[in-house]
T-cell receptor, first 108, second 114 residues
Framework: RKEVEQDPGPFNVPEGATVAFNCTYS??????FFWYRQDCRKEPKLLMSVYSSGNEDGRFTAQLNRASQYISLLIRDSKLSDSATYLCVVDGNNDMRFGAGTRLTVKP | ETGVTQSPTHLIKTRGQQVTLRCSSQSGHNTVSWYQQALGQGPQFIFQYYREEENGRGNFPPRFSGLQFPNYSSELNVNALELDDSALYLCASSYRSTGEKTQYFGPGTRLLVL
């Protein structure tokens, strides 16, 4: 089993749609969780940290369920500019463990 | 922009050669991590440097080695290059403190091994 597993995707949605990404992790000792976005042929960029209480940043909402070792990202009112690969990231021992990413394409 | 820089941006080498990749961390950051990202995959942790010492290593062979300098910049060295080493190499800087894990990535170096 991979340490961080994500929906394989790809997700193709129309503008204005709501889309949700799921991620599970295997290390129950992990304490820090993140979502990064990565545009084609670019470096990953921090989208948001994920807190136990859940957190929201504009159209983006992240949730963490420690008991189920599950993280989610919800994007509301999708924009064309949201098209990217979304990486779920969980801390390990002095390193960060990345999922393979879920590709999102938002179409007009 | 994160302030993390990497050089070179692209590199072509042949099997058996050696390569050195460089990274300058964001101002105020004292930790540098290196990742390898193959096409269609998430980044895989190679190793981390903190205060000029290796502070954790992923599942990579010893021919992957590194350095961190007093100014916190870092190098990744790969000896005896193999075709499978072709990938995007990412450097990420962070400030090591209790509870702070956020990493900021540089633009990466694309390595092609022929």
């Amino acid at each position: 089993r991979k340490e961080v597993e994500q929906d394989p995707g790809p997700f193709n949605v129309p503008e204005g749609a709501t889309v949700a990404f799921n991620c599970t992790y295997s290390n129950s000792a992990s304490q820090s969780f993140f979502w990064y976005r990565q545009d084609c042929r670019k470096e990953p960029k921090l989208l948001m940290s994920v807190y136990s209480s859940g957190n929201e940043d504009g159209r983006f909402t992240a949730q963490l369920n420690r008991a189920s070792q599950y993280i989610s990202l919800l994007i509301r009112d999708s924009k064309l500019s949201d098209s990217a690969t979304y990486l779920c990231v969980v801390d390990g021992n002095n390193d960060m463990r990345f999922g393979a990413g879920t590709r999102l394409t938002v179409k007009p | 922009e994160t302030g993390v820089t990497q050089s070179p941006t692209h590199l072509i080498k042949t099997r058996g050669q050696q390569v050195t990749l460089r990274c300058s961390s964001q101002s105020g950051h004292n930790t540098v991590s290196w990742y390898q990202q193959a096409l269609g995959q998430g980044p895989q942790f190679i190793f981390q440097y903190y205060r000029e010492e290796e502070n954790g290593r992923g599942n990579f062979p010893p021919r992957f080695s590194g350095l961190q300098f007093p100014n916190y910049s870092s190098e990744l060295n790969v000896n005896a290059l193999e075709l499978d080493d072709s990938a995007l190499y990412l450097c990420a800087s962070s400030y090591r403190s209790t509870g702070e894990k956020t990493q900021y990535f540089g633009p990466g170096t694309r390595l092609l091994v022929l």
